[in-house]
Each structure stands twice: as structure tokens, then as C-alpha cells.
């Protein structure tokens, strides 16, 4: 793992209209990390993600990737698994995997044809096997379980090879056998391809378990006759041993004026 | 057990399907029988056979004065109107709803200005219409354009608004250009959609075909039904309403079977009528 770093966030602040969601955000990651961010509903971690996705642009501050500001707009160097709606409905599993290297290859139609097209679905057949999707490779996503659509987006969320993979609570709507499959596929990948991840994710336990560092997004002030006078920042920072065998502190520990539901 | 939690066997929703349908022939043909008891030359409800015969002689046997089998050339005017008619607005819909719906410019630019259009009653353009391409074919399928295509760009522009938005972001992670995503997500995601919108969009456009027909034509299902209305001729007139009828029930069924041959992967979830 490299100590340079790969992001950094200045000072950054983001509202909705009047109504303040992140304010004084201050970070900065080395390429490499397992960043893991946390936090209570509307708590604007998942606004944090899609700003540096460019989904969203800050209202203030800066984001710097590799030292450049952080393009207008999404782009290939930051791929992204939502929770839902993440793979093409109307591309079989191999076609997702292999669209990517066919809009690269055919910028007028985005489509190869014959030995070309062939070529690209021989080529993805490892990738296929190391995500267990070989038997499904001609099915449509609808044809797949919640757990396979996921491992599907992952997949093809890394063909274009993105400095940082953004993942928005990619396994929130799992059954906990299959999340633990997951955990085990995305670290596997993470080390692979020493790549930096920010996972959002609702569940402590899965931040603790895949991060090597865990932020907490939280109100630092409160206002109850008027709880949305202020935005969220970063609470906690907590740099994670990854073979730690310590158990992770209480819900209540991390978040003192509102418990987690 | 109540008689909302019953269900019905298959075989039985075929015969209760049936059922209306030979009711409704029943209640004809005692009708026009009664009528036709008390006066055998009766012209408003012909019996089974007269009509029978009627449509048989459009069908099969050559018209005195043209030599045309009527019934076959009318028929297949009126399909090129309606396909002609139908192809412009679905070319229409495709280019002006993906722009509208996909460029927001482009969608501030014309949104408001095709949503007023789409309410302007088409049948009272008809007239502008005659003025401006005169009495012939342009005019008929003019007529079907502007009474299908504003309301086809309309549910077109929705269905790529409908996309979701992850999608589209997905596409630009993974290096796609704006023409790019158009091709490989916007179009292959509406496509089945525009199925539905012509499927929709052909019950005003039959509408139409017949209005135009009516008014000006020498030829057509619109025009000959209109044209032997002048002498009571119920037993061709009502064939002809069947048999209109029929063929844009099978263009339907048509466009649905092609949109679940073509588009297997939006079927999946076992939707649509």
C-alpha cells in the first residue's frame, strides 16, 4: 500500500437550498484504503459519495483527486455500485461485462460485431468464474438473484480499472448469508487490485469488518426545535487494524445523540 | 368460499371470454330475425347470411365498374395510410422524445411547446391540411401524424425521464459518450416502451384514418363503409366495422408478440396486457 495520497477533501460544504447537509468536511485518503463511511439516515454520507462521484457538486470546499479537482461530471476513473438499478436490465451478463471494452473499441455505434464481439466475451471469462456468474453468463440481470446483480455491478464497475471504486450500500438489500459471500468477494478484489474503496454502508458491523478505515458522519450540533439548522460532518475517524480481533464499540458509543435504528 | 377469492381455470375464462360475444351475436340475430318477420326487404338489421354474402362479394367477386376486388383494395390502402401514417410519428417520437427527454436544453426548449401542440384538437387542422397538400394521400397521413405523434413524443420524452439515473451514471462511468449512452442505454431501455406507445398511440390513429377517409378519398375501409352508408347497406357496412376491427386487434397482438420476441428482457418480470 502506498502512503501517497489519493484524495483529499478541503473544507467542504453542501446544502439543499436553505437547509445545510454537510458542512466543514475535511478529509484526506491514501490510495489503498478501505474507507468505510457510516452514519444515520439523512446524514448525508450517501451525499458525500455522489459528490465524489459528480453526481453532485459541492456548495463550497474542494475535493482533489491525485492533486486535480475532481471533474464536473462522473467519469471512468471513479466506477460506482449502487444499491439498486447498477447493471443494464436489457444486457445479458456477459454484455454488461463486456460493454465497457466495446464503447472504448466502437465509439460511433458502442457496439462490436462477429469475431471482434467474440474476442471481448472470451475475454471476460475469468472474471466470470472469479464472480461465479459462468452458468448465468447469458442471462438477464432480471434472471438473478439480489447477490449475483451485485456481484455483476462490482464486476463490471472495475473493467474500466477506476482509481477509486465508490460503493453505495451495495449489499444493504441482501440476506446476511450472501453479505458475507460478498464481504469475502469485494476484499478479495480490493487487494487484488490495490485500489481505494468508500463503501457507505448502514451496518456497523460490515464498516468494521471490510474497512481499514472507518468515517462517522454525524451532527456535531443540534437544534431540536429546528433539527435541520445544521449539517453533518465527520465525527469519527478510526484508522482500522485489519487483523484486529477486537470487537467493534456500541452503536451508542459512535453516536451519542441519536442511536442507530 | 367468497366469490372474490374463487379462481377461474383456464378453460373456463375461455368460455366465459367467449360468452358476451355469442350473447350479443344471439341477441342480433333474434332481433333481426323479429324485424325481418315483419318486414323481409328490412335494410337495418340484416340477417347472419345477407351479411355473410355481402362481404363475401366485397372479398371475392371483382366490382362492376373499377374491376377491384373492393374489399382487399380498401383494405390495403387503408393499412399503407395507417403504416405510413404510424412509421412518420414513430420517427418522430423517437428523435424529438429521446432529445426532449435525455437534453435537458433541449427538453426547457420544446417540452412546453409539444405539450401544447399534442392538445390541439387534430381533426380541426384537417381543413389547414387540405389547404396545404391538397386532397390527396399527403393530407390522409399528415392527419394520422398529427393526431399520433405529438402524444408518442410526449410518452417517449417520459420513458427516457423514466430511466433511472443510476443507469445513465453507470454508462459515463464506464467511458460512454452522450451519443453512445443514447445508442447502448437510452434506446435499447425505450424501445419496448415506444412499442406500447404505438400500440396506444393506433387506436387515435385508426380515428383518424377513418375521419380522412370519410371526408376525402375514393378509396379505403373508411371511405366505403361512409359511401354505401348512403344506401342503408348495414350488411356490408357492419362486416366492415368486424373486420376493421379485427385487423387492429392482430396489428396489436402483432406488436405485442414483436416487443416479446425483440425485447425478451423487459417481459421477464411477466407484465403487459
Partial sequence: MSDTVCLRVTNLFKSYGTMPVLERVNLSVEAGTFCTIVGASGCGKSTFLRMLLSQERPTRGTILLDGEPLPDEPTPDRGIVFQRYSVFPHLTVTENLILAAELDASPGLGRLFGAARKKRKEAVDNLLETIGLKAARDRYPAQLSGGMQQRLAIAQALSKKPKILLLDEPFGALDPGIRADMHTLILDLWQDRSMTIFMVTHDIQEAFKLGTRMLVFDKLRHDPHQPDAYGATITYDLPLAKDSSRSPPSAEALFPAHPVS | ?273
Fill in chain 2, 1 to 273: 368460499m367468497r366469490i372474490t377469492n374463487r379462481s377461474v381455470s383456464t378453460r373456463l375464462a375461455l368460455v366465459l371470454g367467449a360468452l358476451p360475444c355469442i350473447l350479443l351475436g344471439i341477441v342480433y340475430a333474434v332481433a333481426s330475425h323479429f324485424r325481418r318477420l315483419e318486414n323481409p326487404a328490412d335494410k337495418i338489421l340484416p340477417s347472419l347470411e345477407a351479411m355473410g354474402a355481402a362481404f363475401w362479394r366485397a372479398a371475392f367477386v371483382p366490382d362492376r365498374r373499377s374491376g377491384d376486388l373492393l374489399l382487399w383494395t380498401d383494405t390495403i390502402d387503408s393499412l399503407f395510410r395507417l403504416g405510413v401514417g404510424m412509421g412518420v410519428s414513430t420517427l418522430i417520437a423517437l428523435s424529438l422524445g429521446i432529445a426532449i427527454g435525455f437534453i435537458p436544453h433541449v427538453r426547457a426548449t420544446l417540452a412546453p411547446f409539444v405539450a401544447s401542440i399534442s392538445l390541439i384538437p387534430p381533426i380541426t387542422v384537417l381543413p389547414i391540411l387540405f389547404i396545404v397538400f391538397g386532397l390527396g394521400e399527403t393530407s390522409r397521413i399528415m392527419l394520422i401524424v398529427v393526431g399520433t405523434a405529438p402524444v408518442m413524443v410526449r410518452a417517449t420524452a417520459q420513458a427516457v425521464i423514466d430511466i433511472p439515473r443510476e443507469l445513465i451514471i453507470k454508462a459515463e462511468t464506464l467511458g460512454a459518450g452522450v451519443w453512445q449512452t443514447v445508442v447502448r442505454v437510452v434506446l435499447p431501455q425505450i424501445l419496448p416502451k415506444l412499442v406500447t406507445a404505438i400500440r396506444l398511440g393506433l387506436v387515435p390513429a385508426w380515428i383518424f384514418l377513418i375521419s380522412a377517409e370519410a371526408i376525402v378519398s375514393t378509396s379505403g375501409l373508411g371511405y366505403r363503409i361512409f359511401l354505401v352508408r348512403r344506401f342503408l347497406a348495414m350488411d356490408l357496412i357492419l362486416p366492415y366495422v368486424v373486420w376493421i376491427t379485427v385487423l387492429a386487434y392482430l396489428i396489436d397482438r402483432l406488436l405485442l408478440a414483436l416487443s416479446r420476441r425483440a425485447f425478451r428482457w423487459h417481459h421477464i418480470g411477466g407484465d403487459s396486457l
